[in-house]
């Protein structure tokens, strides 16, 4: 079955742990990306890859940091978490030839709580 | 900057009433303006796909209408279920960019 798959799906940690949120997809895609979702705000892009060892900042990558070593993984790292990171977060991905015209393929999201 | 709204930010309407979303945007030099589904604890399911030079597009009871000069969307379906109680976003492509805007999104619930 073609996913996006995000692990963990919950995740509860303290300031300034370093955590990692895995994504991975199995569609071949290019195109890989990171949103978080807050309430009243809509989903806002954190940093995204075009492909591998290709990766640029979004509109809100303070505090966030990504790595593209193979096309089928994109995680994303808190090096230190603060509570404004706690929100939820989704990974996405899409093949780059068809960018412009195909639909994004979300994963099911990772809900992130910095206490 | 594009800004996306979507309102309201809840709706509530009882079952086999049609049901009526707006989006709109401020920016119209946009490429193609795209509608999701997300459903709790689930990721976004994209569900209409409308190019800048459609007027329309259609998917089962699912119409979802362009007007890019005044800048707005709407998103129609016909004769609601329980099941289609989810939080519908809209998203705004610019011309010459890959990024998506999203709004805020409506929470629809459908009563039995």
């Known amino acids: 079955e073609a996913q996006v798959t995000q692990n963990p799906r919950y995740l509860i940690t303290v300031t300034g742990k370093k955590l990692t949120v895995t994504c991975s997809q199995n569609?071949?895609?290019?195109?890989m990306s990171w949103y978080r979702q807050d309430p009243g705000l809509g989903l806002r892009q954190i940093y995204y890859?075009?492909?591998?060892?290709?990766?640029d900042k979004g509109d809100v990558p303070e505090g966030y940091k990504v790595s593209r070593k193979e096309k089928r993984n994109f995680p994303l790292i808190l090096e230190s978490p603060s509570p404004n990171q706690t929100s939820l977060y989704f990974c996405a991905s899409s093949p780059i030839d068809s960018i412009l015209d195909s639909p994004l393929h979300f994963g099911n999201g990772t809900r992130l709580t910095v206490t | 900057k594009q800004e996306v709204t979507q309102i309201p930010a809840a709706l509530s309407v009882p079952e086999g009433e049609n049901l009526v979303l707006n989006c709109s945007f401020t920016?119209?030099?946009?490429?193609?303006l795209q509608w999701f589904r997300q459903d709790p604890g689930k990721g976004l399911t994209s569900l209409l796909l409308?190019?800048?030079?459609?007027r329309e597009q259609t998917s089962g009871r699912l119409n979802a209408s362009l007007d890019k000069s005044s800048g707005r969307s709407t998103l129609y379906i016909a004769a609601s279920q329980p099941g289609d109680s989810a939080t519908y976003l809209c998203a705004v492509r610019p011309r010459g960019d890959y990024k998506l805007s999203f709004g805020a999104g409506t929470t629809v619930t459908v009563r039995a």
């Open positions: 920016d119209s030099a946009i490429y193609n």
């Open positions: 569609m071949n895609h290019e195109y």
């Open positions: 890859s075009m492909n591998v060892e290709v990766t």
């Open positions: 409308i190019q800048s030079s459609q």
